[in-house]
């Protein structure tokens, strides 16, 4: 009798604590909609997402320079991190032993504990001057952001692809090295290919990662507000922009932050879909 | 279950201990640039009378800390430019004023620049040190500027504006940096840069300009010759609590106005007098 009634009690706490972690979602999303939508209609969607100068003290809102900063770091990130993730997951998983793989995964998985403060920091005092004395320009850069951002999405691009590769079925190995495949070949012809929608996963959970990233973004991206023109060029992300101005914002200037926030949202949003019909469809085949 | 009730319990001390705390301190918000002197002279205050409560001081930003004395989440706020018109309700006090100065690189060998340079420089027509330093004359020195702003809402960047930039706009392909001491390091550490911070915090890691001939030195912001000064305000709102006024009053009494002067502020003459502030 007692034993039912505590089930009962546990049941009904966590199904609340569950349902208040869909209110918040909830109420954020409507927060930042109401916020953001009143400067969505005053400024003009096309104008907001399509305009190319943003200066609040005149009045002018238009996001597409941070569009591009954002898709370039990202795009940058992704460009390092990828390759040097997967290279790592598949050491880790098909060619290092055992012992050697968890000491290393968790040394790997430890650098997602770092703040990314930290990750900024060294951005600002090694990356920032290494480009701007080797590669010129003013060093706060694409460049520098996506390296930055490429450090900071290698723990999970490293973890869940291993857990992907780790998943493919041992029959698998066996099967290629009974037909005479040196471990290259069986990684190249079977295991990468079997573990495609787990390793597509963890590319889009690094996107997600990269481009929700603020902090470290501001530190050393220069957070100039025009296209840039180069890899070289500094460059403002649609978070840094929210994050940098919120603080001194009034009046509409607030609500286009939380416009751009809206535009945030979205992208992370069709991210997310991309991401679950990706595995869906990888694991349906 | 049992964690949960316990992270519950701990919630509910610290919002009760939070609730009682207002009562016990002073919270101070706004402009990072004056930011590091009213730590300086919350110390002082918290050395000379450990009896009083305490001083908190937070950043934030001008507008922030304007904001926030109006909402009720600080008791003073610090300003460093003059109140902007939604801002008129507040009471503000000058306790100093305070100067900006453009710096550069000291490797840079520019020594001055005209107003109009510098306004040519910062909405991005001047982009070559070449244009500016005749080559041979210094030893050849050229290559792009790199423009470094603060960015915009700002105190120092809105005074900039005002006293510079005369309506035009800071070039968009600028660094916009969030502080006065990351205006500062990229300075110092890129010998192509241009950037502007408070007078009070330059160093030898940077190179203050000249504007228009008028060196950035005490004596020329007191006499008035040079012209980027901007007041540093507190402000308060309605009837403020005896022990806010106290500490308004340390600040404005000799103590206080010694410690912003020997920081290297300029206090005194029109500097210290209290006065509603008035809008331009």
Same mark, same amino acid.
């Given at each position: 009798m007692k034993r039912s009634q505590n089930e009962r009690v546990a049941e009904l706490t966590l199904s609340l604590v569950a349902l208040g972690s869909l209110g918040i979602l909830t109420l954020i999303t409507v927060f930042i909609f109401k916020e953001g939508l009143p400067a969505l209609k005053e400024i003009g969607l096309w104008e907001f997402i399509g305009g190319t100068r943003w200066v609040p003290s005149k009045k002018i809102f238009g996001i597409f320079p941070m569009l591009v900063g954002s898709f370039m770091v990202t795009g940058g990130a992704l460009a390092i991190g990828i390759p040097l993730g997967l290279g790592c997951a598949v050491y880790l998983s098909e060619f290092s032993s055992p012992g050697v793989a968890r000491l290393l995964k968790s040394m790997i998985e430890l650098?997602? #504990? !770092?703040?990314s403060v930290v990750f900024g920091f060294i951005g600002l005092t090694v990356v920032v001057p290494f480009i701007r004395t080797y590669? &010129? &320009?003013? #060093?706060?850069?694409v460049l520098a952001s996506s390296i930055v951002l490429g450090l900071m999405i290698l723990p999970t691009m490293v973890s869940v692809s291993y857990d992907a590769l780790r998943a493919v079925p041992e029959s698998y190995r066996d099967g290629m090295m009974a037909v005479g495949a040196t471990r290259w070949q069986a990684v190249r012809m079977v295991i990468l290919p079997s573990a495609r929608s787990g390793i597509l996963a963890a590319a889009i959970l690094a996107t997600g990662r990269a481009m929700g990233e603020t902090m470290a973004v501001i530190m050393v991206a220069g957070n100039a507000t025009a296209v840039p023109e180069s890899l070289l060029d500094p460059v403002r992300t649609l978070t840094s922009n929210i994050a940098l101005e919120m603080g001194y914002s009034a009046g509409i200037h607030r609500q286009a932050l939380f416009a751009t926030g809206i535009v945030l949202f979205f992208l992370v949003t069709v991210l997310n879909l991309i991401a679950h019909a990706a595995v869906r469809g990888g694991s349906g085949r | 279950m049992l964690c949960f009730l316990i992270l519950l319990a701990s919630f509910m001390v610290s919002a009760c201990s939070r609730a009682s705390r207002p009562s016990s301190s002073i919270t101070v918000a706004g402009s990072t640039s004056v930011q590091p002197f009213m730590e300086l002279l919350a110390e002082e205050y918290a050395r000379l009378y450990p009896e009083k409560p305490a001083i908190n001081v937070q950043g934030g930003g001008s507008s922030a800390g304007a904001r926030s004395v109006l909402s009720g989440a600080a008791s003073i706020g610090m300003l460093s430019r003059e109140l902007a018109p939604e801002e008129k309700g507040l009471d503000a006090l000058v306790i100093a004023r305070d100067a900006i100065a453009v710096i550069v690189n000291p490797k840079n060998p520019i020594r001055e620049l005209s107003i109009r340079d510098l306004r040519a420089i910062f909405s991005g027509? !001047?982009?070559?040190?070449g244009q500016l330093i005749g080559a041979g004359e210094r030893g050849d020195f050229r290559g792009r500027i790199h423009v470094v702003s603060r960015e915009e809402g700002s105190g120092t960047r809105g005074a900039f504006d005002e006293m510079i930039m005369e309506g035009r706009?800071?070039?968009?392909r600028a660094i916009f940096q969030d502080s006065n001491g990351s205006v500062k390091e990229t300075v110092a550490q890129d010998p192509m840069a241009i950037g502007y911070i408070s007078? &009070?915090?330059?160093?030898?890691?940077v190179k203050p300009l000249s504007i228009d001939g008028v060196a950035p030195t005490i004596e020329n912001c007191k006499s008035g010759k040079y012209a980027l000064v901007r007041p540093f305000l507190v402000v308060t709102k309605g009837e403020v609590r005896p022990e806010v006024r106290e500490f308004l009053d340390f600040i404005m009494g000799e103590t206080g106005q010694k410690i912003l002067r020997e920081e290297g502020l300029i206090t005194g003459g029109q500097g210290a007098t209290a006065l509603e502030a008035k809008s331009k």
């Open positions: 650098l997602a #504990g !770092i703040p590669f &010129g &320009g003013p #060093g706060f850069s | 027509e !001047i982009t070559d040190w706009e800071v070039t968009a007078l &009070g915090l330059v160093d030898r890691n």
